[in-house]
């Protein structure tokens, strides 16, 4: 064949990159385990990144509940406790990825709705306005948890799984990840003297020196990176650096402003129903289905950004469903146990498998491990728990970036030469991030959404939908993706549905049960369809 400029073809012309079903270069995959040395330490890495979410939603949620340092340190153990056991029965029986299950942020809009409800005003003593919130808090999630278990174990999901092709999954899973930004560098810039560097340096070390053999450094960025700046910001601390500052500068900067380790108790195992009751109202039960049908949307991307770095094939719809099933049954744990919040898979998490290049099952489990021990040993999980929140901030810059890359990464099933491809993949990404946006705006202008009816149940659904990026970019990506030139011979190829046809039922690829089939040979029992 001639070149362009009408020469002989040059063996070094380049060449498309192939499709993988499976992403290469990953160290170890979904099945496979480092050393156990290895395997522990990359286990603490994992309960380290989970910790930010679980410390920052009580922290929020806790004080507008009328509960003090105590009552938040309870809290977060109870979030612990109920994250572990929830990680082990979605490693063992959900998906089978390694995807570590922690507390939702879709649920913060509701419970601070039942919060701020006037009806709790009766109650002057704080404990008591504390106890009387948390089990209204409580009854809407575990209602709430049956929708996620309906739409999972009645196979909703897996309905729309197999509606779902990769042009459609690039949105869902580009803005799981990119739908988190206000967590990033805004929340860093609140202490930028501790929260820059920690992003320098967990940007050279993950980065810099992956190449070094073995990868010690590149692996264990989170560790060397919290381990250095915190020590700094605790020299800080010491020296005085803080004391003139303003309130909010030495809540952020401070490492002995948490107020968690002398609350903490040194041994306290959280049980079901530690705060009573749960009270059932209509109203907040309608608005947490809506958080609880977010969080399925956010834990679908992240089940995907899962399974490519874990370096799996793509989730059989059958799958998703199952996984969406426990995730249900994780949320209804949350709600008996007390946990303020529903489950989710942890973003973060999954990018930390991108960043070490470990998709390990094993580890997510050790780490799962180490919930269940922090949890009960009160003081050490609080010290920990005491990491300033910037630095968390610096580790989601680079953790939510590996998620949304694995969305972008879903590109190379579609045809980026269509124009019908580029509208939808630029129009969706768009619109989840702007019609979000403008909702965030609005509440922090007017102190309420967008959306103020009477109802407000109705006004807490429609801003708990349209706060999700990801719920958004989903919902304007799969209109198009099955309504544009449905009819044209090339739409299925343009969309990449050809390449993902043969994980649409379980037993079509073989590869699948290496991946998917559940432990102790429950699969005869429990097959997947």
């Avoid at 922690?102 to 006037?118: D, E, H, N, W």
């Avoid at 109650?123 to 009387?132: G, V």
């Avoid at 070490?356 to 489990?365: A, E, F, L, M, P």
Wanted: charged content about 15%; hydrophobic content about 50%.
């Amino acid at each position: 064949m001639a070149s362009a400029g009408g020469g002989p073809k040059k063996t070094d012309d380049f060449q498309p990159h192939p499709i993988k079903d499976q992403l290469p270069g990953v160290d170890f995959c979904v099945t496979s385990s480092p050393p156990w040395p290895e395997a522990i330490l990359l286990g603490f890495q994992h309960f380290l990144v989970m910790l930010g979410t679980t410390v920052f939603i009580p922290t929020l949620l806790v004080p507008l509940m009328g509960g003090g340092n105590v009552e938040k340190a309870e809290v977060i153990e109870t979030i612990l406790f109920v994250a572990g056991i929830n990680t082990l029965l979605q490693t063992w029986f959900g998906t089978r990825l390694p995807v570590v299950m922690g507390a939702s942020y879709a649920f913060i809009i509701p419970a601070v709705s039942i919060a701020l409800s006037r009806r709790f005003d009766v109650y002057i003593d704080p404990h008591r306005r504390f106890k009387e919130t948390m089990k209204a808090v409580q009854g809407a999630i575990v209602i709430a948890s049956l929708l996620q278990v309906i739409f999972g174990f009645l196979g909703f999901v897996r309905i729309f799984g197999r509606y779902l092709s990769p042009l459609s999954a690039v949105p869902l899973v580009t803005l799981t990840g990119l739908g988190f930004f206000a967590l990033g560098f805004p929340q860093l810039a609140k202490c930028v003297e501790i929260g820059l560097p920690a992003l320098i340096l967990v940007v050279f070390i993950s980065q810099y020196t992956m190449k070094l053999k073995p990868p010690i450094f590149g692996r264990f960025a989170v560790l060397f990176t919290v381990a250095i700046v915190w020590t700094y910001a605790e020299i800080l601390t010491a020296a005085g650096a803080y004391k003139k500052r303003s309130y909010a500068t030495q809540i952020s900067c401070r490492t002995d402003r948490s107020g968690l380790i002398s609350a903490a108790p040194w041994i306290r195992i959280p049980y079901p129903f530690q705060w009573g009751r749960p009270d059932f109202n209509a109203g907040d039960i309608f608005a947490m289905m809506a958080a609880a049908l977010v969080a399925i949307i956010e834990s679908i991307g992240t089940f995907i950004a899962a399974s490519r770095y874990g370096s799996a094939t793509p989730t059989p719809p059958s799958v998703i469903s199952r996984g969406v099933g426990w995730l249900g049954v994780s949320t209804f744990l949350d709600g008996i146990f007390g946990s303020v919040s529903g489950s989710t898979a942890s973003v973060e998490n999954a990018g930390l498998l991108g960043m070490t290049r470990v998709g390990s099952r094993r580890v997510i489990q050790i780490a799962a491990a180490f919930m269940l021990f922090f949890a009960v040993l009160g003081k050490f999980g609080a010290f920990l728990a005491s990491i300033p929140m910037p630095i968390f901030a610096a580790l989601y810059c680079v953790l939510f970036a590996y998620v949304a890359s694995a969305g972008l990464g879903l590109l190379q099933f579609c045809n980026l030469n269509s124009f019908r491809t580029m509208f939808i993949v630029g129009f969706s990404i768009f619109m989840g991030l702007s019609v979000t946006e403008y909702f965030h705006e609005y509440h922090l202008i007017s102190d309420r959404g967008p959306v103020h009816t009477r109802s407000i149940w109705f006004n807490n659904i429609v801003e708990v939908i349209f706060s999700s990026p990801a719920t958004v970019g989903i919902i304007v990506a799969l209109f198009l993706d099955s309504t544009v030139s449905r009819g044209h011979s090339a739409t299925r190829r343009d969309s990449g549905r050809h390449w993902w046809e043969k994980f649409q039922n379980f037993n079509t690829d073989t590869r699948s049960e290496e991946f998917y089939s559940l432990p102790y040979n429950l699969n005869r029992h429990f097959p997947s369809v």
